[in-house]
């Protein structure tokens, strides 16, 4: 992917961090996703005093591309707190598969702001059969 496109991802996965809603899990996570016309959309974690009913920063960012109209995902970044880096839980990888094709890249970004990129492929290897009927 384009250098700068990449690094303006990552900031923007960052920034997302900072409005994490996240009182009980105190754990922010910002993201951001790269959509096939250049546009980046991001979201943060939101969390709920009914426990379960957080949402992911990636699907939070997924659904905002979503509502605009897009449909294709070339990559989404995931940014968090910790030294490590955070991958994406199962339910994302589901819906991240919904949009996202063999090419698809995933960005983790870790609290220095060091990334390191995965393919979706190699997270996400065998989507349900539902989803490839669509493609
Ligand atoms: N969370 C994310 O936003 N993305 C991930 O990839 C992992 C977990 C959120 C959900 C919840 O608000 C908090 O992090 C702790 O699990």
Same mark, same amino acid.
């Given at each position: 992917?384009? /250098?700068?496109?990449?690094? *303006?991802m990552?900031?923007q996965a960052?920034?997302? /961090? +900072? $409005?994490? @809603?996240?009182? @009980?899990?105190?754990?922010?996570?910002?993201a951001s996703v #790269?959509? !096939?016309?250049? $546009?980046i @959309?991001s979201?943060?974690?939101? +969390?709920?005093?009914? @426990?379960?009913?957080?949402?992911?920063? +990636?699907?939070?960012a997924?659904?905002?591309? %979503?509502?605009?109209?897009?449909?294709?995902?070339?990559?989404?970044a995931? !940014?968090?707190?910790?030294?490590?880096? #955070? $991958?994406?839980?199962? %339910?994302?990888?589901?819906?991240?598969? *919904?949009?996202?094709?063999? /090419?698809? *890249?995933?960005?983790?970004?870790?609290? %220095?702001?060091?990334?390191? !990129?995965?393919?979706?492929?190699?997270?996400?290897?065998?989507?349900?059969?539902?989803?490839? #009927? /669509?493609?």
């Amino acid at each position: 992917m384009d /250098k700068h496109l990449r690094s *303006e991802m990552i900031r923007q996965a960052m920034d997302a /961090k +900072e $409005t994490s @809603y996240s009182p @009980y899990s105190k754990f922010r996570v910002g993201a951001s996703v #790269l959509t !096939s016309d250049g $546009t980046i @959309y991001s979201g943060c974690n939101v +969390e709920n005093a009914s @426990y379960g009913l957080a949402i992911c920063a +990636e699907r939070n960012a997924i659904f905002q591309a %979503a509502f605009a109209g897009k449909r294709k995902i070339v990559a989404v970044a995931v !940014s968090s707190d910790e030294r490590g880096f #955070l $991958t994406p839980c199962g %339910a994302c990888r589901q819906v991240i598969s *919904e949009f996202a094709d063999d /090419k698809t *890249e995933i960005i983790l970004v870790n609290t %220095a702001g060091k990334s390191k !990129s995965v393919s979706f492929q190699s997270i996400f290897p065998t989507p349900p059969a539902l989803n490839k #009927l /669509k493609k």
